[in-house]
């Protein structure tokens, strides 16, 4: 292929990527707060210094900025409606090098029902265009936020410095006047900014500044030279400010950021009030963070071990959820405000929650280093890589690994946008029986791709919670990444998740047959539902662990490599109904019956035995 289709397909698989609502509010939200940050930031930095000239202007350019929301709107509507970027043309989510533009087929769709213009030679244009416009929708939409906040940003800016030279005296009518009559030399003909320094500061509220020389910039071009890199890390630019506005947000280490030495050295008041800002600032939001982890009222990203992060998730515990009165809400989409309550959280509970030796050092060590790892990778604009990784932690499974086709599966499914899925349940359109308001499981590469669409004939695997057999529905505002629940897990679940990896979760095979997705379905809701002398699993767990003789103690400790009497107990429990489980799955699917017999028979053969 060309170097143009190339990139062509680049840009569509970026596009496909972020058709998901809750990206779109992951980019609202981050640059809400960012739009906020930094003239927060530059204004405690002047408070600290007792600029007082300083404040002033900050406040005033705060004021600005709610003066600018009508043109603001006005060119976020205009970039949404007609695609394209007045303000700053070259600098979008597409992530383009510089100087280039979009090109490719152009054909009006009032011409298109036209007979004579409906030609053969006019269908591939037709069909790229329409195509493109699909794949770009989620960009041009991308592309209305960042054009909303840049000109928010870049006026208030602009009507700040005009506000400088406005000479003193004139009346409130006069002052207008001259705002009005200076405004439009920041603009030229066409809308595009012309002073380079307001628009520099004005894409830092979009994460779209220049990035600083070195190997992330290498990376950067090398991407644009070769379109074959993007498909792993399909965005450089935004992931990479994001997470160097969190550094800068960090005391000690935002000394680790080239932006912040530079802007301590430039000799700005106004940089050097933003360094010390960030600084101050940081230092209260990493407080607050470890102050809610200690208190046990946040989580991060659970168990850094793929098996205890299943059980953790079973149990009952969702990942970046932070709580507010008597509710739990996902704060990880105000990217990258809440980075540091990312890190601090999944840094603390994998050290003290999840290790049985909290004071080895080379643990600690390696614990921290994995959480930063994961605290980098599990970010919305970095969904290339995650979903690449994904694809090899589901080979590294407890029932013994995917094939190839599975793990390439996993990663392909980035390419069917979560938008179908989210838009038809909120359309109202989905039947609350199909599950689409369930999670679904999905364990060969085609399930994998068939559960990011919307429920079809054939494919109802809804994911239960094998403790408890409860299908395991889609949160409160799960749709737009603002998940809220008031649920809670019980003592009896965290003694589980103490347990550690002495519990396994429901096994993906039947003996050596693999089970579908709808089997495994209905083996995981058996095992919670079933009764075995009147109680169901967590009926009993309840009961055994209320008895005296169990001595229950939510400070004890496990250890994986010597069983403790209650593990053993508890486990011997949950096997029992695994097996009355898999019986009766047995008995229900004839299929699964005759296959289970038959790889039986043939290991009977080489006289290897029965397995269930």
């Known amino acids: 292929a060309s170097f143009q289709g190339r990139k062509a397909m680049l840009e569509m698989?970026?596009?496909?990527?972020?058709?998901?609502?809750?990206?779109?509010?992951t980019n609202f939200l981050g640059n809400t707060m960012e739009t906020l940050m930094i003239p927060l930031s530059r204004t405690i930095g002047h408070m600290t210094t007792f600029n007082l000239k300083g404040v002033k202007e900050e406040?005033?350019?705060?004021?600005?900025?709610?003066?600018?929301?009508?043109?603001?709107?006005?060119?976020?509507?205009?970039?949404?409606?007609?695609?394209?970027?007045?303000?700053?043309?070259?600098?979008?989510k597409s992530e383009a090098l510089n100087g280039e533009i979009g090109a490719g087929f152009y054909m009006q769709m009032?011409?298109?029902?036209?007979?004579g213009y409906w030609h053969p030679q006019n269908w591939v244009p037709l069909t790229v265009n329409t195509a493109g416009k699909v794949g770009r929708a989620s960009l041009r939409v991308l592309g209305a936020q960042d054009?909303?906040?840049?000109?928010?940003?870049?006026?208030?800016?602009?009507?700040?410095?005009?506000?400088?030279?406005?000479?003193?005296?004139?009346?409130?009518?006069?002052?207008?006047?001259?705002?009005?009559?200076?405004?439009?030399?920041?603009?030229?003909?066409?809308?595009?900014?012309?002073?380079?320094?307001?628009?520099?500061?004005?894409?830092?509220?979009?994460?779209?500044?220049?990035?600083?020389?070195?190997?992330?910039?290498?990376?950067?071009?090398?991407?644009?030279?070769?379109?074959?890199?993007?498909?792993?890390?399909?965005?450089?630019r935004t992931p990479y400010n994001l997470i160097d506005r969190a550094i800068q947000r960090t005391p000690v280490a935002n000394f680790m950021s080239k932006r912040t030495k530079r802007m301590w050295t430039s000799g700005n008041p106004d940089e050097k009030a933003e360094?010390?800002?960030?600084?101050?600032?940081?230092?209260?939001?990493?407080?607050?963070?470890?102050?809610?982890?200690?208190?046990?009222?946040?989580?991060?990203?659970?168990?850094?071990?793929?098996?205890?992060?299943?059980?953790?998730?079973?149990?009952?515990?969702?990942?970046?959820?932070?709580?507010v009165g008597d509710t739990w809400y996902k704060y990880d989409r105000l990217e990258p405000l809440m980075m540091p309550f990312i890190f601090v959280s999944s840094l603390h509970e994998n050290l003290y929650r999840f290790n049985n030796h909290p004071d080895d050092l080379q643990d600690a060590i390696g614990i921290f280093?994995?959480?930063?790892?994961?605290?980098?990778?599990?970010?919305?604009?970095?969904?290339?890589?995650?979903?690449?990784?994904?694809?090899?932690?589901?080979?590294?499974?407890s029932d013994g690994g995917s094939t190839y086709p599975d793990i390439l599966g996993s990663f392909a499914s980035n390419l069917i946008p979560a938008g179908i899925n989210q838009v038809h349940r909120l359309s109202g359109l989905a039947d609350e029986q199909s599950g689409a308001y369930s999670f679904r499981e999905a364990l060969s590469w085609q399930d994998k791709m068939m559960k990011k669409l919307p429920p079809v004939e054939g494919y109802d695997a809804v994911k239960h919670n094998w403790l408890t057999g409860k299908p395991m529905l889609l949160p409160n505002g799960g749709n737009f990444g603002l998940d809220n629940t008031k649920e809670e897990p019980s003592k009896y679940m965290e003694e589980l998740l103490r347990f550690g990896n002495s519990i396994q979760g429901v096994s993906k095979k039947l003996g050596q047959v693999d089970l579908s997705s709808k089997q495994y379905s209905r083996l995981t809701e058996l095992t919670g539902t079933l009764k075995i002398e009147g109680l169901t699993l967590m009926d009993q767990i309840e009961e055994l662990m209320d008895l005296p003789e169990y001595d229950f103690d939510e400070n004890r400790v496990y250890h994986d490599e010597y069983?403790?009497?209650?593990?053993?107990?508890?486990?011997?429990?949950?096997?029992?109904?695994?097996?009355q489980a898999r019986l009766t799955l047995l008995s229900e699917d004839k299929t699964l019956h005759k296959e289970w017999e038959k790889a039986n028979e043939e290991k009977l053969k080489v006289g290897m035995g029965m397995e269930l």
């Open 13 to 25: 698989y970026r596009g496909l990527l972020l058709t998901n609502l809750k990206t779109m509010t």
């Open 59 to 92: 406040l005033g350019f705060m004021a600005n900025m709610v003066m600018s929301i009508n043109r603001a709107t006005r060119a976020g509507m205009d970039s949404l409606i007609n695609e394209r970027n007045l303000l700053d043309p070259l600098r979008t």
């Open 110 to 115: 009032n011409k298109a029902v036209n007979a």
């Open 147 to 236: 054009e909303f906040f840049k000109t928010l940003t870049y006026n208030g800016k602009a009507m700040s410095r005009i506000a400088k030279e406005m000479p003193e005296g004139l009346s409130r009518s006069e002052k207008k006047e001259f705002v009005k009559k200076h405004l439009d030399m920041f603009y030229d003909d066409a809308g595009e900014a012309v002073d380079r320094e307001l628009l520099d500061y004005s894409r830092r509220a979009a994460f779209q500044e220049d990035l600083e020389k070195g190997w992330v910039n290498d990376l950067h071009l090398a991407v644009g030279k070769t379109p074959e890199l993007g498909i792993i890390l399909p965005f450089i």
């Open 275 to 323: 360094v010390i800002g960030n600084t101050i600032l940081g230092t209260g939001i990493f407080g607050t963070a470890l102050g809610y982890s200690m208190s046990g009222n946040i989580t991060g990203a659970g168990p850094l071990d793929y098996e205890k992060n299943r059980l953790w998730r079973t149990a009952g515990f969702k990942p970046y959820h932070i709580k």
């Open 369 to 397: 280093v994995a959480v930063s790892a994961r605290t980098l990778i599990d970010r919305t604009w970095l969904r290339g890589l995650k979903g690449f990784m994904d694809g090899f932690d589901t080979a590294m499974d």
């Open 563 to 579: 069983p403790s009497l209650q593990q053993k107990t508890v486990n011997k429990v949950i096997n029992a109904y695994k097996e």
